[in-house]
């Protein structure tokens, strides 16, 4: 990976053929979910920053067939799990099975579960157990699974697209901190208004299936991840991102008033990887200012945990980040101390 302070080996040309084939897959999704290309965008940014989604919105504004969609775009292999209070670790990372060979040999082959997958649509994550929601922190930060003492890799690349309903929370799990840090984005969906209506009722049919060509091969996403690790990030942009993060705690800057808990280095990290995305995105060999600041949200709302004032109050991450935005300036270089150790 090319380093932040050095020019990037990746050239315009490559970067515009890759942005050709990104285009084409951005224009596939919009053809299925209707009125949300900026989700649509941010979807496609983190699949080249090689990250992970949570989304949160009310049923029926098209979450599953977007990953659906994505998955016949880039011909991946999908899975679904719905996940429910009863459902186990096991029900989905896999377990050993025993069986005998033909000569009456008895012994424990591992079976694999619907994990091992290169998209992973979790259902409704915030309805299962603590105990299973955690089955998925080491598949989301190592691409591991680990049984019995044995570890296997899952497939890769592999994504974790997860659901969750922000208004009908009776019966559900909250997602631990540590585990909504793995998540790049946090993305709330919203409908439609009257004229995506009126699309959705002239292109659809209740049950019926939405056919989506490939426009974009696995070998073709794998290679446009690895370009994004050499897309250039200019110190400037590092320190922004840096001042951004370290603001979030509070006593640093007045928009983490009512913050308890700001955005550790891995935020920083995501808030990197998804800009160096957004760049190639563009067709860009650097990023800017105008990639952190149109990521700041997505990256860093989840993480950011308000105190019992703030959230009475209806102050949320999303406030703190858009009131940030305003407050820091993306002048200057100078890394704060708790970051010069962070790997942009």
Do not use: W
Request: net charge negative; charged share 20%; aromatic share 6%.
């Amino acid at each position: 990976m090319s380093s932040a302070s050095t020019p990037s080996p990746i050239t315009e040309g490559r970067a515009q053929a890759i942005q050709t084939k990104l285009r084409a897959l951005t224009g596939a999704l919009n053809q299925v979910l209707f009125g949300q290309a900026r989700t649509v965008e941010l979807v496609v940014v983190a699949l080249l920053a090689r990250g992970h989604v949570l989304l949160e919105g009310l049923p029926g504004l098209g979450k599953t067939e977007l990953v659906k969609a994505l998955s016949k775009a880039i011909q991946l292999k999908q899975n679904r799990v719905q996940f429910t209070p009863d459902l186990l670790p096991g029900d989905i990372t896999g377990n050993p099975v025993l069986q005998e060979s033909p000569s009456g040999e008895r012994s424990f082959v591992f079976q694999e579960g619907p994990l091992f997958a290169e998209l992973l649509l979790a259902d409704e994550i915030n309805r299962a157990s603590p105990k299973t929601q955690s089955a998925l922190l080491e598949a989301m930060q190592e691409r591991s699974v680990s049984v019995f003492g044995t570890s296997h890799r899952l497939p890769e690349p592999f994504f974790v697209f997860a659901t969750q309903n922000p208004i009908e929370l009776e019966g559900t799990y909250p997602l631990p901190e540590a585990q909504i840090d793995r998540f790049l984005f946090k993305l709330s969906m919203e409908r439609g208004d009257r004229s995506v209506i009126e699309k959705i009722v002239q292109h659809r049919d209740l049950g019926g299936e939405v056919t989506v060509e490939q426009v974009m091969t696995r070998e073709e996403l794998l290679e446009a991840s690895s370009l994004t690790r050499e897309v250039f990030l200019p110190p400037a942009v590092v320190a922004y991102i840096a001042r951004l993060v370290e603001a979030t705690h509070v006593g640093n800057s007045k928009a983490a008033d009512g913050v308890r808990f700001g955005c550790s280095p891995r935020a920083a990290i995501s808030l990197a990887a998804s800009a160096r995305a957004r760049a190639l995105l563009n067709g860009r060999v650097y990023s800017n200012f105008e990639d952190v600041e149109a990521l700041a949200i997505p990256v860093l709302q989840h993480r950011i945990i308000m105190d019992y004032q703030a959230r009475v109050e209806g102050v949320n991450g999303a406030t703190v980040v858009n009131r940030l935005l305003e407050e820091i300036s993306p002048d200057g270089v100078d890394l704060p101390e708790s970051l010069k150790s962070a790997k942009l």
